[in-house]
Nanobody, 132 residues
Framework: QVQLTESGGGLVQAGGSLSLSCAAS?????????????MGWFRQAPGKEREFVAA????????DYATSVKGRFTISRDNAKNTVYLQMNSLKPEETAGYFC????????????????????WGQGTQVTVSS
């Protein structure tokens, strides 16, 4: 079973940048498995539903973003390191939330899924706080 661990959250002023990382591991997890998973980032603010932020295909050749973050956020992955990243620029106070990475456990999927129920593994999240 794959375990996902996010890092890189913190406090930043509006207009600033943060880079999040999500590393995959697990007792029965094999490195080759990570490279077959579509990976996504979601966020959830207090009292709000979890929302899609970005996704990247298992090959890394395709990406998708929520409209609100296009042009400011960049998702990438390093399959050799079993890690997916989210570079966030020009952050806004309303983007204060817990940020979660997730894995679509359907190997070599040809669809970039953007709904949370399509992802079978989740990290514990990392808090991002943007001050005004």
């Amino acid at each position: 079973q794959v375990q996902l661990t996010e890092s890189g959250g913190g406090l930043v002023q509006a207009g600033g940048s943060l880079s999040l990382s999500c590393a995959a591991s697990g007792r029965s997890f094999r490195s080759a498995m990570f490279s077959t998973y579509t990976m996504g980032w979601f966020r959830q603010a207090p009292g709000k539903e979890r929302e899609f932020v970005a996704a990247i295909s298992w090959t890394g050749s395709s990406t998708d973003y929520a409209t609100s973050v296009k042009g400011r956020f960049t998702i990438s992955r390093d399959n050799a390191k079993n890690t997916v990243y989210l570079q966030m620029n020009s952050l806004k106070p309303e983007e204060t939330a817990g940020y979660f990475c997730a894995a679509d456990l359907n190997p070599r999927s040809t669809i970039l899924v953007v709904t949370s129920y399509d992802y079978g593994a989740w990290g514990q999240g990392t808090q991002v706080t943007v001050s005004s």
